[in-house]
Each structure stands twice: as C-alpha cells, then as structure tokens.
C-alpha cells in the first residue's frame, strides 16, 4: 500500500508528520528520518486497528498540485 504522507517543520524545532488520507493519523519527530519512522509506525498501527475491528482500509485518493500565486 502507498500513502502520501506530509512533514511539515516546526517552528520550535523537530517534525510534524501525516497521512491525509487516514484522518487522525499524525506524529512527530524530532529530526526528518524519526518523523518519517513515526509515521510509518502510526500508518501500520492504524490500519491493523482498522482491520482488527472490521473496518475498511481507505484507499490513497489524493490529487497534489502546486499552484502560484502572485504575492
């Protein structure tokens, strides 16, 4: 399974991490590579909790473009 997963820095330091298309599944990290373990933990973790109660696991249906805009 593929999902696009968003890292945003943060202003007092370290990662915010999430998966848009699995509502409610962020985390952090202090550096890069630890946000991108966290959240690789947290997708698996939410889809074995999602199976494990019978649920569907949503498919990635998200569409990214930049756009510009005149400042």
């Known amino acids: ?11 007092d330091g ?6 848009p298309a699995l509502k409610g599944c962020h985390t952090q ?7 991108i373990e966290n959240v690789t933990e947290a997708i698996e973790v939410y ?6 109660r019978g649920e569907k696991v949503p498919a990635e249906d998200i569409l990214i473009k930049p756009i510009e805009i005149a400042a």
């Open 47 to 52: 889809i074995e909790s999602l199976k494990a």
């Open 14 to 19: 370290g990662y915010h991490a999430f998966a």
């Open 1 to 11: 399974m593929h999902y696009t997963v968003i890292l945003e820095h943060e202003e």
């Open 29 to 35: 990290g202090d550096t890069l590579e630890e946000a």
